[in-house]
């Protein structure tokens, strides 16, 4: 126990006091007791009350303790605790904007669910069902029977089962704006137990805009780096996709379905035969409202972002830097996003989704 393991300290302690107090033909050096408790860092009490408890109740209890005689009452029961979780689901007091331990604690005693109720009690039942009422995470939530949204949903999903044509290409395209931010101090270095620090203080230098369109069947993508974010940027990088798949008879474009990633935005870019030949080239299909997750190319821009992009970066010239190395090493990797959603898992999994039929 004392050379190898994982034990209690206390433990350890205790089989160092009976190694060290030992008389039989195993201990060569026997130690006097003070000079165990000085080696120890214990006192001598201590000492004889693990050697009298090896003696009169045996090793177990020498070595752990005494177990407990003291039994609590449980306040905190099943009924209790699913009152608990009810309460921080529903509104918080007027003057907070959720509920927090101390509040549900004292809530719980207002309402005569129990006597008295400490907020470590609330936490310790939270904890023991993977509980968080704390916290909020911001999603995009579709709405409920919705016929539109499940069959933009399913248009999608029946694309992204098509194998693998040149001729006919599937590519994602979404953009994300992105501030430039200049640091006002330098920030400290990493260094063995310190991690890197940045002040919070920055200067604004404007904000960009970065396109990402990808081709998920063949492991590639490409990115532009833009001033704005309007039609007329929309317009031109569409262009930039064509001139890339210039081979291909015709490019099946999914985008989300904002009011820039329209046809009529190629009229307002180029001459009326430039925007109907470059119309021509693509079939147009738009996720459904509330329904972004369903384009790869956000996926991807989210890869982006944490691998490139989660830092503070001051000119748009040094953001395509930036961008342009990220893109090409990923294409070196020939990494891709493994899409496994189906329509036949859509009808299944998000059921809530479908309109109810009635025959």
Request: aromatic share 8%; with cysteine; proline share 5%.
């Amino acid at each position: 126990m004392t050379q190898k393991g994982s034990h209690q300290s206390r433990k350890v302690i205790n089989a160092l006091i009976l190694l060290n107090c030992d008389e039989g033909e195993f201990n060569q050096r026997r130690l006097r007791g003070e000079d165990v408790a000085e080696v120890l860092k214990v006192s001598l009490r201590r000492l004889d009350r693990v050697k009298k408890r090896f003696v009169e109740e045996g090793l177990e209890t020498a070595l752990g303790g005494r177990p407990r005689q003291r039994q609590y009452e449980r306040k905190a029961d099943g009924d209790l605790e699913a009152r608990l979780v009810a309460l921080s689901c529903s509104e918080p007091p007027k003057g907070y904007s959720q509920w927090s331990l101390r509040l549900l604690a004292d809530r719980a005693v207002e309402l005569e669910y129990v006597d008295s109720l400490s907020y470590e009690t609330v936490r310790r039942g939270f904890k023991k069902n993977e509980i968080k009422p704390w916290r909020r995470i911001g999603w995009v939530i579709p709405p409920e029977g919705s016929a539109e949204f499940v069959a933009a949903m399913e248009r999608v999903l029946d694309v992204y089962r098509r194998p693998y044509d040149g001729a006919n290409p599937v590519v994602c395209m979404d953009e994300t704006p992105r501030q430039l931010i200049r640091e006002t101090r330098s920030p400290l270095l990493p260094g063995p137990g310190r991690v890197q620090r940045h002040d919070y203080e920055y200067e604004r230098c404007g904000v960009c805009n970065v396109f990402m369109a990808t081709e998920p069947l063949a492991e590639t993508r490409m990115t532009k780096v833009t001033d704005r974010k309007t039609k007329i940027d929309w317009a031109q990088f569409l262009q930039d996709i064509a001139e890339r798949y210039a081979d291909a008879e015709r490019i099946t474009l999914i985008m989300d379905n904002l009011n820039t990633h329209r046809p009529g935005a190629l009229y307002e870019a180029f001459p009326p035969d430039q925007a109907k030949a470059l119309w021509d080239r693509f079939e147009f299909i738009y996720t459904p409202k509330h329904g972004s997750w369903l384009n790869v190319a956000e996926i991807e821009l989210n890869v982006m972002i944490s691998q490139c992009l989660n830092r503070r970066i001051d000119t748009i010239a040094q953001l395509r830097e930036q961008v342009s190395a990220w893109q090409e090493h990923r294409d070196q990797l020939q990494a891709k996003v493994n899409w496994q959603f189906t329509t036949q898992d859509a009808r299944i999994k998000l059921k809530r989704l479908y309109p109810t039929f009635n025959a």
